[in-house]
């Protein structure tokens, strides 16, 4: 089994969130990805599953891939979007919503994976 370290585990989450959001709004000319529905038919849901292999990989404290994941994406939302940082706090709780199904999937995958180690 792959092993990376918790530095490589937050890179990973933080650059794929970053790309998720910069990636949609790109591809659908938006200046904020969730306003696509792309964002949320594809981008989210693969978000979900990076928490999830992320997770698998380090099952130790599985939510804070989910929420390295989705808090990267204001803050490159506030740096490409030119919207300045008036509304991070508000975007920052935002993301924080959006982070708990991702959240309770890394939790599951991380259970099920010390419990598959468990015998």
């Known amino acids: 089994m792959m092993k990376i370290s918790e530095a490589q585990g937050y890179t990973i989450a933080a650059i794929g969130g970053a790309v998720l959001w910069q990636g949609t709004a790109f591809a659908t000319g938006r200046r904020e990805a969730w306003d696509a529905s792309m964002y949320w038919v594809l981008a989210y849901p693969i978000g979900l599953v990076l928490a999830g292999v992320l997770a698998y990989l380090i ?59 468990a015998g």
């Open 59 to 117: 099952p130790d404290r599985p939510w804070r891939w989910a929420l390295a994941m989705m808090w990267a994406q204001p803050v490159i939302m506030v740096i490409t979007s030119g919207s300045g940082f008036g509304l991070l706090p508000l975007g920052l709780i935002m993301f924080s919503f959006l982070a708990v199904p991702p959240i309770v999937v890394a939790t599951v995958v991380a259970a099920r994976r010390r419990k598959q180690e």
